[in-house]
């Protein structure tokens, strides 16, 4: 019983990695000057234990940075990815709605209780 809890927990914290990957980039970036996309790779796996696709990874950073919410650039054969001032905004605007967000999972996982 105790491992089939901690395989749905598992299987919880993998797909909300995977849902809010693009919001776990920009608050990464936030952090540090540059950051390339095996970087994000590898720190997902260490802080989640969470293994995602290089393509996952890419896709989402591409995505990033046609909305203007980070900026690439080309060094020493690498590329690596930097927030912008817009992401900035997103980011301090997530930030700004954590309570909601928060009460918004508390919902989903207790639907007996009303989004305040």
Known sequence: MIQKLNDV?????????????DIYILFKLREADYLSGYDILTGIHEQYRVLVSPGT????????????LIESQESFGKR????????????????????TILNLFTQIISPSQQIQ
Not at 13 to 21: A, D, H, L, P
Not at 82 to 93: C, P, V, Y
Request: no cysteine.
């Open 9 to 21: 927990v598992k299987k919880v914290i993998e797909r909300t990695v995977r849902n809010f990957i």
């Open 57 to 68: 990874v890419y896709s989402v950073l591409y995505k990033l940075e046609r909305d203007g």
């Open 80 to 99: 690596t990815y930097k927030i912008t001032e817009n992401g900035r905004r997103k980011i301090e605007s997530i930030v700004r709605s954590r309570s």
